[in-house]
């Protein structure tokens, strides 16, 4: 059976870091509602020059060097992002060009946060179809332009950044030993598109700013996340007690909290970033992953859920052995 195998994985961060007292200055907030309500201490910015294609392109080419391939033998490119260069064409497309690959081809997903998670779920059904051999796979944000630098209750939340794995074909005996992805769940309801939003579009002439109803999204988040990570692990024939890290979308310390306590698992066993990333959309899970990688958290044969939710509302898990 072919599986989607990680050999690569990489991550890039603007070397501009915020911390949350820098807020006080120009909000009616404070570090401590921050830090309690989200579990957020610092996130990083991106710089004037930088831009979702340069992060994602600097990820990508981390995950190369880790997997020792050239841009040459990536058959596709899928990056997740809400926050492209242009309206068109795809940042993916532009990742190609800087990455100097030639060949193949390249293509954005656009799930918002749980943008990953569906580029995740493409890369592997093109792998698995035999459409490629090599899927370089991309979640990269600038979600600090589109902050309404007025609004505590959004701006303080999110930050840039981008996260890269590299996918190849490998053989597996098609059982839950086999490293690569065993399963994907993917879910999306319109009916809640007003939960989380930008308000501006091409067909409005304006890029618009994030508005949220956070305590909403909060709801939903918990439950959704609990359930379609028990429905990708399912699929994929495994428990809980078999999980060696949970790895969610880095959005709230207490979503995260609230999910590892439903799947029954404690937090020794969740790889944490959200303190120093912020929510990054979908740049959060792979971020994480490669530092969970750095830290000497994750090593190969780990098994892996992967679970993230956000506007749409659209929501997904996969289950993967490192
Ligand atoms: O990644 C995509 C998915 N997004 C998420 O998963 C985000 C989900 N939501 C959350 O993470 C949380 O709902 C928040 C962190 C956004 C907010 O936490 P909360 O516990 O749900 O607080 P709340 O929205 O119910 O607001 C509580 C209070 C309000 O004041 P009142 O109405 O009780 O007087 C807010 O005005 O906190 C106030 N508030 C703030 N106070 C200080 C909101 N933002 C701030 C702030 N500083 N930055």
């Known amino acids: 059976m072919r599986r989607a195998v990680v050999i690569g994985v990489g991550h890039h961060l603007p070397d501009r870091i915020v911390e949350n007292a820098e807020f006080e200055k120009t909000l009616d907030t404070s570090d401590e509602w921050i830090r309690a309500r989200s579990g957020i201490e610092r996130r990083h910015f991106a710089s004037d020059g930088e831009t979702t294609s340069s992060m994602a392109s600097a990820a990508a080419n981390a995950a190369l060097a880790q997997a020792s391939k050239a841009a040459d033998d990536v058959d596709a490119i899928v990056l997740a992002t809400s926050t492209a260069d242009?309206?068109?064409?795809?940042?993916?497309?532009?990742?190609?060009?800087?990455?100097?690959?030639?060949?193949?081809?390249?293509?954005d997903v656009q799930a918002?946060?749980?943008?990953?998670?569906?580029?995740?779920?493409?890369?592997?059904?093109?792998?698995?179809?035999?459409?490629?051999?090599?899927?370089?796979?991309?979640?990269?944000?600038?979600?600090?332009?589109?902050?309404?630098?007025?609004?505590?209750?959004?701006?303080?939340?999110?930050?840039?950044?981008?996260?890269?794995?590299?996918?190849?074909?490998?053989?597996?005996?098609?059982?839950?030993?086999?490293?690569g992805i065993l399963s994907t769940d993917l879910n999306s309801d319109g009916r809640h598109r007003d939960l989380l939003y930008v308000d501006g579009g091409v067909s409005t002439g304006t890029s618009g700013y994030l508005r949220m109803q956070g305590n909403q999204v909060f709801r939903h988040a918990v439950e959704k996340l609990a359930q379609t990570a028990e429905t990708a692990m399912e699929r994929a024939g495994v428990s809980a007690s078999d999980v060696d890290w949970i790895v969610p979308h880095q959005a709230n310390i207490r979503i995260i909290q609230g999910t590892a306590k439903k799947m029954d698992l404690?937090?020794?066993?969740?790889?944490?970033?959200?303190?120093?990333?912020?929510?990054?959309?979908?740049a959060s899970i792979p971020l994480a992953l490669s530092v969970g990688v750095e830290r000497g958290q994750i090593k190969r044969g780990d098994l892996i859920v992967t679970e993230a939710i956000g506007g749409g509302l659209a929501w997904g898990a996969v289950v993967m052995r490192w």
């Open 86 to 107: 242009l309206t068109f064409p795809s940042a993916a497309t532009m990742v190609q060009d800087q990455l100097g690959m030639t060949r193949g081809f390249a293509f």
């Open 112 to 179: 918002v946060c749980a943008g990953f998670v569906y580029a995740l779920a493409n890369a592997n059904a093109l792998i698995a179809s035999g459409q490629a051999e090599r899927v370089l796979v991309i979640g990269a944000e600038t979600f600090s332009r589109i902050m309404d630098w007025t609004d505590r209750s959004t701006c303080v939340l999110f930050g840039d950044g981008a996260g890269a794995v590299l996918l190849e074909a490998q053989e597996g005996d098609g059982t839950s030993q086999d490293r």
């Open 266 to 282: 404690p937090m020794e066993r969740v790889v944490v970033t959200v303190q120093d990333h912020g929510n990054t959309s979908a």
